[in-house]
């Protein structure tokens, strides 16, 4: 059973850090890829970064130049750093996955998985 476990949100101050990790699961090798999406109350879901089974990445515009993904496989975890944070990032972010072979990935991607999400809350 493929399961995603997203930590690391929290309360931050505008200007300040956090760093998401999604831990995977259920997954039968390191051939699958990972986005992060977050749905802030009352607006549409919005893809953030996306990193291929082969490490390569893509972001949306808002975020480019402060948010970094990246993954270890050995610990099977993707992380979301995230800088500079801004009211606007405030959301519930999800860690998706797909590996379907070989994965499609991308922050426009339509991923198989999703998991619970973690709240992220920028203060002014």
């Known amino acids: 059973e493929v399961r995603l476990v997203e930590s690391g949100g929290g309360l931050v101050q505008a200007g300040g850090s956090l760093k998401l990790s999604c831990t995977a699961s259920g997954f039968g090798s390191d051939d699958y890829s990972i986005g992060w999406f977050r749905q802030a109350p009352g607006k549409e879901r919005e893809g953030v970064a996306a990193?291929?089974?082969?490490?390569?990445?893509n972001y949306a515009d808002s975020v480019k130049g402060r948010f970094t993904i990246s993954r270890d496989n050995a610990k099977n975890t993707v992380d979301l750093q995230m800088n500079s944070l801004k009211p606007e990032d405030t959301a519930v972010y999800y860690c998706?996955?797909?590996?379907?072979?070989?994965?499609?990935?991308?922050?426009?991607?339509?991923?198989?998985?999703w998991g619970q999400g973690t709240q992220v809350t920028v203060s002014a």
């Open positions: 990193i291929s089974s082969g490490g390569s990445t």
């Open positions: 998706n996955a797909e590996a379907r072979g070989p994965p499609g990935w991308g922050v426009n991607y339509e991923y198989d998985y």
